[in-house]
């Protein structure tokens, strides 16, 4: 419990410090594996504040460069951001798997959906998920159907040849 209240208390310092920084210094003071620092932070502070149960699917991909789990971490966020705010779902899921040759992450949840066209000039979190994704290399697919719900899919390639620098979360 001492882990989920440290944790929270360096998530709402987010806003005082640059996006870069306030991710590492969560993933580094955390320590712990992407599924454990995904299921204490976000899943289960997550469900308990909006009532949307969560499925994790998060596999064991290695360690990682550190911008591409920030990346990532943040991409779920604003994932979950969407589906708090504008879904009306009952359950989400994030799932986290390698995929011949790729990191594959894939949030979605049994909301109300949207269409899609309509939603481009709405806000900023569709554009930004998908600004992030491109940052390290990947691309983000965003499928919705009114009343059906909505999924968002990052691909981002796995260079072999790249150290995962100071990566923490997928060990």
Request: glycine fraction near 10%; include cysteine; hydrophobic fraction near 45%.
């Amino acid at each position: 419990m001492k882990r989920v209240i440290a944790c929270a208390a360096i998530m709402a310092a987010i806003w005082t410090v640059p996006a870069a920084a306030a991710d590492k210094l969560i993933i580094s003071s955390w320590g712990g594996s992407w599924k454990d620092l995904i299921t204490e932070t976000v899943a289960k502070k997550f469900t308990a504040d909006t009532g949307v149960r969560v499925r994790l699917d998060i596999a064991e991909v290695g360690p990682l460069p550190s911008d591409v789990e920030s990346e990532l971490f943040r991409i779920a966020g604003e994932a979950l951001t969407n589906i708090r705010k504008h879904a009306q779902a009952r359950d989400a899921s994030v799932g986290l798997a390698a995929v011949r040759g790729r990191l594959r992450l894939v949030v979605g949840d049994n909301g109300r959906g949207f269409n899609l066209r309509r939603s481009r000039s709405a806000g900023f979190g569709l554009s930004g998920i998908e600004d992030r994704a491109r940052a390290i290399g990947g691309r983000a697919a965003i499928r919705s159907t009114p009343g059906r719900g909505t999924t968002i899919t990052v691909t981002v390639p796995i260079d072999p040849d790249r150290p995962p620098e100071d990566g923490h979360l997928a060990r």
